[in-house]
Antibody, heavy 121, light 108 residues
């Protein structure tokens, strides 16, 4: 059974870089037809797509975050990572990683449990 | 402001049938498939419906999805107390070249 697990600091200072890793188990990150994505949810608010990566390194991002986001993949460790630069309090959210179907018939399944990242000095 | 529009809340009584709407445009729902997610309190979202009306294994057939034009709907029949959750729709957006979500609907 495929499982995803987010990890990383729960507290980041303003203007610094938020870094998270998603470890994939029970399946290979090199599976064809799937991207690996990041989605966030500010406290009490809805879901926001951040970006996704294919095992080959191909990426695409939410235009509103693109200038601050980097997503990378490590196929040898079955992991992919998120870097969000120059964070502010508005970036405080639960961050989820999920597998994403790599077509316009796009959906996310399964999801990690999520990790809360607070931006505060 | 979310790209896909959902009612903020809805309610029902046990055994009742409720529907949740999701309105979009020609660049998203109008030309691509819709998925639905259930988020129980304090947990991660879970895929409920994909490709407009397909249920993953393990999802009860009380849950059904449909799409018409630039709108989609999630129907829940035989409502149960454990269905109390937030529900989100999503679809690929050709203009943004990525997936977009609705703002979510809280079912009480």
């Amino acid at each position: 059974q495929l499982q995803l697990q987010e990890s990383g600091p729960g507290l980041v200072k303003p203007s610094e870089t938020l870094s998270l890793t998603c470890t994939v188990s029970g399946g290979s990150i090199t599976s064809k037809n799937y991207y690996w994505g990041w989605i966030r949810q500010p406290p009490g608010k809805g879901l926001e797509f951040i970006g996704s990566i294919y095992y080959s390194g191909n990426t695409y991002f939410n235009p509103s975050l693109k200038s601050r986001v980097t997503i990378s993949v490590d196929t040898s460790k079955n992991k992919f990572s998120l870097n969000l630069r120059s964070v502010t309090a508005a970036d405080t959210a639960v961050y989820y990683c999920a597998r994403q179907r790599a077509t316009r018939d796009s959906y996310f399944d399964p999801w990690g449990h999520g990790t809360l990242v607070t931006v505060s000095s | 402001q979310s790209v896909l529009t959902q009612p903020p809340s809805t309610s029902g009584t046990p055994g009742q049938r409720v529907t949740i709407s999701c309105s979009g445009s020609s660049s998203n729902i109008g030309s691509n498939s819709v998925s639905w997610y259930q988020q129980l309190p304090g947990t991660a979202p879970k895929l409920l419906i994909y490709t407009n009306n397909q249920r993953p294994s393990g999802v009860p057939d009380r849950f059904s999805g449909s799409k018409s034009g630039t709108s989609a709907s999630l129907a829940i029949s035989g409502l149960q107390s454990e269905d109390e959750a937030d529900y989100y729709c999503a679809a690929w957006d050709d203009s943004l070249n990525g997936p977009v979500f609705g703002g979510g609907t809280k079912l009480t």
